[in-house]
């Protein structure tokens, strides 16, 4: 049973920045592709970035330039790097695999205040 921790959310104010990380136990992510997915009130999950293994990326346009996804040097770690926060970026964000579809983790909410 694979389990998603996300980490690294708070309460910031517009302008700010954030670092979330995101593990997995049951799991080896060094090989796998990873998202970071984002869900506010009355929307669908939605993907924000992902990352391959090997480097290449993907990032939603409202986010691209602010936010960054990453790994450790392990790659066993991922990271979603987020800068210049803006009030619509509030929700909790959750990682998963982007094509393996593992059970969802508790998320880590992000508020950003104007």
């Known amino acids: 049973q694979v389990q998603l921790v996300e980490s690294g959310g708070g309460l910031v104010q517009a302008g700010g920045s954030l670092r979330l990380s995101c593990t997995a136990s049951?799991?080896?992510?060094?090989?796998?592709?990873m998202g970071w997915y984002r869900q506010t009130p009355g929307k669908e999950r939605e993907l924000v970035a992902r990352?391959?293994?090997?480097?290449?990326?993907w990032y939603m346009a409202d986010v691209k330039g602010r936010f960054t996804i990453s790994r450790s040097d392990t790659k066993d770690i991922v990271y979603l790097e987020m800068s210049n926060l803006k009030p619509e970026d509030t929700g909790i964000y959750h990682c998963n695999a982007y094509t393996l579809n593992w059970n969802w983790g508790q998320g880590t909410q992000v508020t950003v205040s104007s």
């Open positions: 990352g391959h293994p090997a480097g290449s990326t």
């Open positions: 049951g799991a080896d992510i060094r090989g796998v592709t």
